[in-house]
């Protein structure tokens, strides 16, 4: 399934967004190689902070758009 976030690429392959929305993500990788993320919005506020870690890029894409589900940021899903 395509996934509608989109990352930078480069030395931004850390920072994404998801289409359509002002959600800003921040990805990075714990010391034992897992994934979590950050959200923020167009004000570059932290709205949501994760400490989830996540084994797969994939399993952290559908990790962030659950939160926007659930943070009622994507209403275009519901």
């Given at each position: 399934m395509k996934s509608l976030?989109?990352?930078?690429?480069?030395?931004?392959w850390n920072f994404g967004f998801i289409e359509g929305t002002d959600?800003?993500?921040?990805r990075m990788r714990t010391m034992d190689k897992k994934l979590m993320f950050l959200i923020s919005d167009d004000n570059f506020t932290y709205l949501h902070c994760d400490?989830?870690?996540f084994h797969s890029q994939e399993d952290l894409d559908a990790g962030i758009i659950?939160?926007?589900?659930r943070a009622g940021k994507v209403e275009y899903l519901h």
């Open positions: 976030i989109k990352w930078g690429v480069g030395s931004a959600v800003r993500i921040e400490s989830q870690r659950a939160w926007a589900i």
